[in-house]
């Protein structure tokens, strides 16, 4: 426990780079912060932070580093009962970082890594374009496809992880990567279906279809 209260004081005085915000056990507001969607898993990490940029998600890791602490990304918490125990790690929430970018000629979408289903579907709706979306609007977009995400047009159009162009992410070394087909290839690669243990993934790009009407029904 001694250990514990000086490694939060330290962490305390070393969050001034960050434009987001740290959570450390001490401080009001910890429970709500390092609480997951599911709320069967009860997550007690070292601290928990809540990116708002790339260049926050950085200066996160590098904090990590510094103190000898992990980390884990975390989009929803749908999800959150492999992450297992978590009190030497430091959970980067990405809730904050929320823009989409539809390129509607292209058929293309870049979308930050807080982005839920339901948030993509729309802003893609817009331009009378469709995307791999799961059944539930809340999940977040980026655990979705890093985990292969079968839609309900999967059968016809493959997996969520298949759509992907791009993935922007920061790596267990600080640096802000981009990975393609061209750039990065087997990290590329790994991502998509692997999960999330590669980096903390801060942005997606990904295709959209133009599908305007579907049919859709249930069979018992």
Known sequence: MATTRIQTRRLDRSVARLDGKIVLPDHGGWNEARQAWN??????????????????????????????????????????????????????????????LVDAPAGTARIEAGVRSL???????AHGLATLAGSSPDVGVVGYTLGGGLSWLGRK????????HAVELVT?????VRADHDTEPDLFWALRGGGGDFGVVTALEVSLLPIRQVYAGILW
């Open 39 to 100: 709320l069967a898993v009860d997550q007690r990490p070292a601290a928990v932070a809540f990116p708002e940029s790339a260049d926050d998600v950085i200066a996160v890791v590098e904090l990590a580093r510094a103190f000898g602490l992990r980390v884990a990304a975390q989009g929803t918490g749908h999800h959150a009962s492999p992450l297992g125990d978590l009190s030497d790690t430091v959970l980067v929430k990405t809730e904050r970082m929320r823009r989409v």
């Open 119 to 125: 948030e993509l579907v729309e802003a893609a709706a």
């Open 157 to 164: 159009h493959g997996l969520a992880a298949n759509s992907v």
């Open 172 to 176: 267990a070394d600080g640096r802000l």
